[in-house]
C-alpha cells in the first residue's frame, strides 16, 4: 500500500467519521480533540497528529467544527464516484457482512454477491442479488466492481486468486484465515478474526502478569 | 494495553504461527525468514525484528525450525490455561465466529453464547448453547468466561458495559461500530468492518492517483 499517510491514521479517520456522523445526528456542532480522543480510547495528542497529517486545522476554543471535520475526512476517505463492492461466499460471515455494510456507506456500495452454492445462487438479500461465481468476470464488468470482499472458507481462497486478476478488481479484503498475494496494483488487507481475538487473549494475560 | 511487545508485533506473531502450523501439517521443517514474510506480503527486514523482539534466534543456515519457532511463539502467545471466549449476539456474526473459531485454538475455546432473542436461546450451535441475556452474570462465573465477542447490534452495545464490568471479563472484542470504553484493567478491541473496507478503498484511490 503507497500513500503518505499512515495506515493507522487512514484507520482512526475512517473511526473519527463515524463518530462524528453520530454526533452530528443527535445536532452536536462542535467537538473538542479530548473529547474525541475519550470517545475512541487514544490521547488528544493523537487525534491532533491525525488531523495534523491531513493538513486539517480549526478554532480550538470551541473545538473542531463537525461539519466541516467530516466534510474534511470525506475529501480524503471518499472517491468522488462510488466504489462498487462485490462480497464473495455467502454463508453467516458474507451475509452479516452484506447486511451490515449497506447502510453505512454512501461512496462504497455493496452491488453484487457470489457464491458456487446452487441453493445461494439466484437469491437475494437486502437487494442484493447472488451471483454464480463461475459468472464472475462478466458480471464484475458489467457493474463495475472495483473492491471484493472475501468471506469464503479458507481452502477455496487461493483458486479465486487468477479470477480476480483477470476481472480487474482493483481491492481485496481477505476474511479468510489464509493470507493471499496478489501482483502490485492491487490492494488486500488480510484480516483474521482468530488474530485479534489472539491479541486481546494476549494483553488479557499481560494485564494479569503485571498485577501480580 | 499494556506489554514490552507492540500490538502490531502480537498480530503478525499469531499470523506467522497459523502459517507455521499449516507448514507444520505439509511435513516443512525449516523456513526461511524472507519465505515466511513473503507469504505475509512484509519484508524479512520486519520478520526478523519481530523475532528478535521475542527473543527468538535461530540457526539461519537452514533458516527457522519451524517446530520449535511454533513452541516459542506459543510460550508468548499463549496462556498456560485455556481462556474461555462468549459470544454476545447470535445474528449471522456472531454465527459465523462461533462455527469459524473453535477448531483453530486450543487455548481459547468459545464455551457459550448470548442473546436476548427467544427464540435463539436454548439452542445450541456448534455444542455452544446459547444462553439468555438476563442469565450472563451466572454463566459467566459458572462457566469461568474471561473474554467476550461482541456481536450484537450497535444500538445495544453500550448497555452491555455494566454487565461485562460487574461479570468480571477481562477483555473485550467488539464487532459492533461504535467503540466502546472499559475501566482500565479490562482490555477492549474495537474494530468495525467498515474501517477495513474504507482502508482498503483509500488505498485503492491512492494507487489510482500515483499512476496518473
Given at each position: 500500500m503507497s500513500s503518505n499517510i499512515p495506515e493507522k491514521t487512514i484507520e482512526r479517520l475512517s473511526e473519527y467519521r463515524r463518530t462524528l456522523l453520530s454526533c452530528q445526528d443527535q445536532g452536536i456542532k462542535h467537538m473538542f480533540s479530548h473529547v474525541l480522543a475519550g470517545i475512541h480510547g487514544i490521547t488528544a495528542v493523537q487525534v491532533r497528529r491525525d488531523l495534523m497529517l491531513i493538513g486539517f486545522s480549526s478554532d480550538t476554543k470551541k473545538g473542531y467544527d463537525v461539519d466541516i471535520l467530516i466534510e474534511f475526512i470525506n475529501s480524503i476517505l471518499d472517491n468522488e464516484t462510488i466504489l462498487n463492492v462485490a462480497v464473495i461466499g455467502m454463508g453467516h460471515l458474507g451475509q452479516a457482512i452484506t447486511k451490515y455494510f449497506n447502510?453505512?456507506?454512501?461512496?462504497?456500495?455493496?452491488?453484487a454477491s457470489f457464491d458456487v452454492d446452487k441453493a445461494k445462487v439466484g437469491e437475494t438479500l437486502d437487494n442484493i442479488h447472488c451471483y454464480d461465481m463461475k459468472d464472475f468476470e462478466q458480471v464484475v464488468e458489467k457493474l463495475d466492481i472495483n473492491i471484493v470482499i472475501l468471506s469464503c472458507p479458507t481452502e477455496i481462497a487461493s483458486e479465486l486468486v487468477i479470477p480476480i486478476i483477470n476481472a480487474g478488481i482493483k481491492g481485496v479484503l481477505n476474511f479468510t484465515s489464509k493470507p493471499i498475494n496478489f501482483p502490485k496494483g492491487i490492494v488486500v488487507e488480510n484480516y483474521d478474526i482468530t488474530t485479534l481475538l489472539e491479541k486481546v487473549a494476549y494483553f488479557v494475560k499481560a494485564n494479569e502478569d503485571n498485577n501480580m
Open positions: 447502510a453505512k456507506n454512501i461512496k462504497l456500495r455493496i452491488n
